[in-house]
């Protein structure tokens, strides 16, 4: 007796179909995670950038409102006017400032009405880049590197002075006439993705602040 079994299966068209349409998703998701990375890589690129020039620029405003604090008349370590005034601002001009301020002895606690120990004279001002802190600048805290990447400009520069009155002072203003100093500055990093390095892409952030000088 002969019996006829049943057969199934994929035909070579079949299966041809099956492999494009699971060739077609595996592409789909493939673009997917591959973008999802690349926005991922710009994310954290951007945030640790940002994360560093944040704490840097924290760092220049707590000094720069520290300035002058506890001045004591009678040393004549502190740069003074000509009434014999502590200055808070010893130099000033749009690239760069001095401060100073008597916070500590030299054994701690109280002022000594010096201005002469570690840290109490401060210049910020913009350098050119060290093979340890890369760009096209530098903000330097007296000397050493600060701030890395930094790009500022003439219509933007990195410090801008301001009287008594909020009125803005010229670019090397008269430093006892300075009662609030503008900060403002951008850092500018390569564009990590594939994309951005045959491009030549940038990531660019833009930082300020505003310091007004205690007491006034």
Do not use: H, W
């Not at 909020?166 to 390569?190: H, M, T, W």
């Amino acid at each position: 007796m002969n019996r006829t079994f049943g057969r199934s299966g994929f035909t070579t068209v079949e299966f041809l179909g099956a492999t494009a349409c699971a060739a077609i998703v595996l592409s789909a998701l493939y673009g997917f995670y591959r973008e999802q990375l690349f926005s991922l890589l710009l994310q954290e690129t951007r945030t640790v950038t940002l994360e560093d020039a944040r704490g840097s620029l924290d760092i220049m405003v707590r000094e720069l409102r520290n300035a002058g604090s506890f001045p004591m008349i009678t040393d004549a370590t502190c740069v003074k006017d000509s009434s014999g005034n502590p200055l808070r601002v010893v130099s000033a001009t749009s690239s760069s400032i001095q401060i100073q301020a008597d916070t500590e002895s030299r054994n701690g606690g109280d002022p000594d009405g010096k201005c002469t120990e570690t840290g109490e004279t401060v210049t910020y001002d913009i350098g050119g880049a060290t093979s340890t802190c890369p760009g096209p600048m530098i903000i330097r805290r007296s000397g050493y590197c600060l701030v890395a990447n930094v790009v500022v400009s003439s219509k933007e520069p990195l410090f801008t002075y301001f009287d008594g009155n909020d009125l803005q002072l010229s670019g090397n203003p008269p430093v006892d006439a300075v009662k609030r100093v503008g900060i403002k500055f951008s850092v500018e990093v390569p564009d990590p993705t594939p994309q951005g390095k045959r491009s030549g892409k940038t990531l660019k952030s833009t930082l300020s602040s505003s310091v007004t000088f205690r007491n006034y």
